[in-house]
C-alpha cells in the first residue's frame, strides 16, 4: 500500500526521489536524523520547500529536531510506490538499452525489468543479464502477464514516435523517453524526458575558472 | 568569455542547467518571454528561488514582463561557461560509454568528446562514432593536448576508484561519475554521481494510482 494522496503537484513528485537519494546515502553513513536545513543543503532545495512538500504528505518531522531518516524514507517509499517493485520493460535493446538494464537491474531495487524489445533480429532472443530481448509484437502480451507499468524508451529518434504509439496499445501509460524526440502522446500518458546532459553541463560551471 | 562570478552556491549551480534546458524547448517553440511564474510551472522550484538565482548572476529580468527566452538563455550559457565547447574524456567503452559518446555527440552541443579509454584490448583501438578508444595510458597525453576538462566515468563499480585516481593524475578535477561506487578523490576534484533512477521513479508514482 501507498500513501493515497494522489494529487500531489508534478514538481513534488519530481523531488521525492531526489529526497530518497540522499536519505540512501545517509542512512548508509548512519545518519539517524536530518534537518530541513540538512537536506536543503544536501537537494539544494530550500528548507521551507521540503518542509512544503513533507507536509503535503503528512507530518513527519519534529519541530526542532528534524526528521528520522529511516522512517522518512519508508514514508517517501510508500508515497512513490516503491515499496514493492515495480515491473518495467526497455524498448530498444541497444547500447543504451543494454547499459540501462545493467544500471537499473544491478542498482535500482524498485523496478524489476520482465523484457526488452527491438526490431533488430540480430539482437531478439539475446539475454541482457536474465532479461530477454523479444521482438515488438510480443510487447502486449508481456506487459499484460507481469502487468508492466512503465517503459524505458532508449529507440533512435527516428523509431521513438512508432515505438510510443505501440507502448501505449500495450496498455502501459508511462514511458521514460532517452530518445532525443519529442513525442506526440494522448492524455493520460505520461512522458518524462531523460536529460543526461544537465549534471554534466553544471559540472562544466566548476572548470570554466 | 563567461560571466565572472566564481562564487555561485552549488545548489544555485545546479539548477542552471535545468532553465537552459527549459529555455531551449521554450525557444524550440517560439516563446519570446518567459515570466519566472512559468519558468516555477516548468522547473518545479519556486519563482521567488529562480529570481534569486537568476539576480545572482546579473538582472536579466524586466519587472512586470518577465525574460526574454533567447537573452537568458545566452546569459545562462555564458554564466555556465558553455558559451564555448568543452572537451571532455569518457573513461570506460562499455554499453553505457558508447551510449553516452552517442548521446553527447549528437544530442548536447556543450561538449567535445576528444577520446575514450578503457583497458579491454578488444576495444582499444576502436572508434565510436569519431571518437576513438584508446589505453588508459595515452589519458596523460590526450588530457593536456586537448584541455580535456571533464572525465565522464562509466566503468564497473570495481574498477571506478582505480580508474578515477588516473583521471587525477592526468589533470582533471571534475568528474561525471556513472559508476555505482563511491569514489574517494582529494580536496578540489569535483565529483558529480549520476542517478539515472530519479526521473524513473517519479515516473512510477503516477501508475500506482
Known amino acids: 500500500m501507498k500513501a ?8 513534488v513528485v519530481r523531488r521525492l526521489p531526489i529526497y530518497l537519494h540522499i536519505l540512501d546515502n545517509l542512512i548508509e553513513n548512519e545518519v539517524e536524523i536530518i534537518s530541513s536545513r540538512e537536506l536543503s ?12 512538500d513533507l507536509a503535503f504528505f503528512g507530518a513527519f518531522g519534529t519541530r526542532g529536531t528534524g526528521y528520522n531518516t529511516v522512517f522518512l524514507r ?27 538494464i545493467n544500471y537499473n537491474v544491478t542498482k535500482n531495487p524498485y523496478v524489476n525489468v520482465v523484457a526488452a524489445f527491438d526490431i533488430d533480429s540480430d539482437i531478439i532472443g539475446k539475454k541482457i543479464l536474465d532479461v530477454e530481448v523479444l521482438p515488438m509484437s510480443k510487447m502486449n502480451e508481456i506487459v499484460n502477464t507481469y502487468n508492466a507499468k512503465v517503459a524505458v524508451l532508449t529507440v533512435p529518434s527516428g523509431q521513438a514516435q512508432i515505438a510510443v504509439e505501440k507502448i501505449i496499445e500495450s496498455g502501459i501509460s ?11 502522446v494522448p492524455e493520460g500518458i505520461c512522458v518524462e524526458n531523460a536529460n543526461l ?10 572548470t570554466k575558472a
Do not use: C, M, W
Not at 493515497?4 to 514538481?11: G, M
Not at 528548507?47 to 512544503?52: D, T
Not at 512513490?80 to 540501462?100: F, R
Open 174 to 184: 508511462a514511458v521514460f523517453n532517452f530518445a532525443p524526440a519529442k513525442l506526440r
Open 41 to 52: 543543503d544536501e537537494s539544494g532545495f530550500t528548507a521551507e520547500q521540503i518542509r512544503k
Open 197 to 206: 546532459s544537465v549534471e554534466l553541463q553544471s559540472l562544466i560551471y566548476y
Open 4 to 11: 493515497n494522496n494522489r494529487n500531489a503537484p508534478k514538481s
Open 74 to 100: 519508508e514514508k517517501i517509499l510508500k508515497i512513490i510506490g516503491l515499496d514493492k517493485q515495480t515491473n518495467i520493460i526497455v524498448v530498444g535493446a541497444g547500447h543504451l538499452g543494454i547499459a540501462l
